[in-house]
DNA sequence: TATTCTATCTATAAACT
DNA sequence: TAGTTTATAGATAGAAT
């Protein structure tokens, strides 16, 4: 019953064509109408029904004839310069895919080396057959998640100050307070999984930094290059 | 918290207005391009942004020419025939809305007509101090649920047909038996309001046919005529 | 200022009339 | 076939970075 996400091709059904190209020429004429009003931008639009030698334009024939010879009256070279074409709107479309990628695998690997990190800790084993690569990942996650954590005790301190002191005791250093509950963390026998989510937890709450590793695999030729 | 509905006038604050352009801008460009794809048709379209005397089109400089020549090898007769212009879009969309506005008020004076009914019902009074209108109108409204209810028993006779006829007993005329439903119902004291959430619950699962009153204050000057 | 994020609005595919 | 309805995908205003 879930809608699909529509496949970018040729619709070969032809009502269903029909119909969505009624559908979306009236939703892009309403686009362009509205970006021409908020922003006070000349545009125009042309658009062919296969079916009808006519053509539907906006804002208006006289309106397209004006957009239409101030385009042309620029030399060629220069039409080329700057402009958006087809090309240079697919290269824009692939790089963006490519960055939702990076990040995604970046999402993926954090969530990875969270899991094993906790499977670690939660048996409470030293991390002694894992691969190079994931140890370092490994470190550089504790790393941010204690700066995380600094963080917030940080601001907490800040909003609790005058509070602290009242009771006429010394404000505690964050990242020393910060590495005794860590190193109480690895002895406890909590279960690795409930760990995980806790950790999960103030990562996505916390500043998302970039993570170091995996920024560089997609470079690797699935992408034709931009 | 919530978001505003856009208000489609020129954004007169810079900053916000070139966000607006820049999103917008895109979107319209996804918008062509998946169009162009989807429905197999040449299209194009040319924005200028105020700040740069290069336009930005789409789908290519030439593809623009060939859609631009195209449509100037139209006599300017068949040029303003059938196409959508500015006016003509204008029209349509005063139309959608005047529609969509008729249906709105019928709805309210459905709902209206429906809550008075019930009030007079569930006083046990008769109907003595309503004016004509509403007489009317309330009487339509009975009648339209007295067809639905009958529509409904004849459906369900239709599907349970073998078994009555298996009982020995003749079928019951669906017609009589729902007036008796309704005559029994009038003696009762059940709650008005219980009366009407099971009326409104009817009346939307049944055929929703149009209302015979409020059809025609729209045209009354609110708008412009078409 | 530009980019990113997210809550919300809008477009529209699919189902139904 | 065309219009209507409904639920989801997609666009984007406003806030945060």
Redesign the pocket.
Known sequence: ??????ELTYITN???R???F???K???M??IN??ST?CGIEACAIIYDPNDPKPEVWPSPCGVQSVVSRFRRMPEVEQSKKMLNHESFLRQRIQKAQ?QLK?QINENRKKEMTHLMFQYLGAGKIFDNANMTDLNDISWLIDQNLKDIERKINQSQAQEGTLVAENGSETVSGEKQVHMDHDQGLETNMDAMQKQNWSMNFINGG??EMLPFGADIVQSGLWPNP
Do not use: C, Y
Not at 1 to 6: F, G, S
């Open positions: 019953m879930t809608r699909k996400k529509v032809d009502s269903k029909k119909a969505a009624k559908k979306r009236d939703g892009l309403k686009k509205e970006i908020l960055e990040k500043g998302d």
